[in-house]
């Protein structure tokens, strides 16, 4: 009788056991992937914070060519701080893509200026942001799908009981704005 009551107590003292490791397994895992969510959010704002420099530089190499277009550049500047001021990844979203429509306007009129689309400074800040555009669409991709992997694993049986007991909650992704016009290619001509 001893011997049947020890080994059910080493079982259930083993299952506790598996359970807790499993648990603190899954909690680390969903540590991990908050803390690679944040991260990659950070590497969004960083490329951002560089498009933003590099913007007010660019409006005024257009201005100096372009003096009677003041809306464009009023927008630009409107759109820029609202996208800066944005904080969600939602919000953020919509605000660079208000931001990359003013963008276009801005470039849309340096069209019209052959010796602007000349000038060597004027090149060099469309390179730049045109780098800085790919970056942050790599940077877009690498944040949703940290958030997608981060959002499966507080979502699916087992790791939703950790996620849920630990306040765990899903993220948001960086979506485009609205679907039917902002899924449509960008056109940008210099």
């Given amino acids: 009788?001893?011997?049947?009551?020890?080994?059910?107590?080493?079982?259930?003292?083993?299952?506790?056991f598996v359970v807790l490791f499993f648990g603190i397994t899954i909690y680390n895992r969903l540590v991990r992937?908050?803390?690679t969510v944040k991260s990659s959010w950070s590497d969004i704002d960083v490329?951002?914070?560089?498009?933003?420099?590099?913007?007010?530089?660019l409006v005024e190499t257009v201005k100096g060519y372009a003096t009677h277009?003041?809306?464009?550049?009023?927008?630009?500047?409107?759109?820029?701080?609202?996208?800066?001021?944005?904080?969600?990844?939602?919000?953020?979203?919509?605000?660079?893509?208000?931001?990359?429509?003013?963008?276009?306007?801005?470039?849309a009129v340096a069209e019209a200026y052959p010796e602007l689309k000349?000038?060597?400074?004027?090149?060099?800040?469309q390179n730049e942001l045109t780098n800085l555009e790919n970056d942050i669409e790599s940077a877009r991709r690498y944040y949703n799908?940290?958030?997608?992997?981060?959002?499966?694993?507080?979502?699916?049986?087992?790791?939703n009981i950790v996620a849920g007991q630990f306040k765990f909650e899903k993220d948001e992704f960086f979506e485009?704005?609205?679907?039917?016009?902002?899924?449509?290619?960008?056109?940008?001509s210099f």
Avoid at 118 to 125: E, G, I, V, Y
Wanted: proline share 5%; aromatic share 8%.
């Fill in 69 to 107: 277009e003041r809306n464009v550049f009023e927008k630009v500047t409107q759109a820029r701080s609202m996208a800066m001021n944005a904080s969600t990844p939602g919000a953020k979203g919509k605000a660079e893509n208000m931001f990359t429509d003013t963008l276009k306007s801005l470039f």
């Fill in 33 to 35: 992937l908050r803390t």
């Fill in 1 to 16: 009788m001893l011997a049947i009551t020890t080994i059910i107590m080493v079982l259930f003292l083993g299952l506790i």
């Fill in 145 to 159: 799908a940290v958030v997608r992997d981060y959002n499966i694993t507080t979502e699916t049986f087992p790791s």
């Fill in 118 to 125: 000349a000038n060597t400074n004027f090149q060099s800040l």
């Fill in 47 to 57: 490329q951002l914070k560089k498009r933003y420099d590099l913007v007010p530089n």
């Fill in 176 to 188: 485009l704005g609205e679907p039917e016009t902002e899924r449509k290619p960008v056109k940008v």
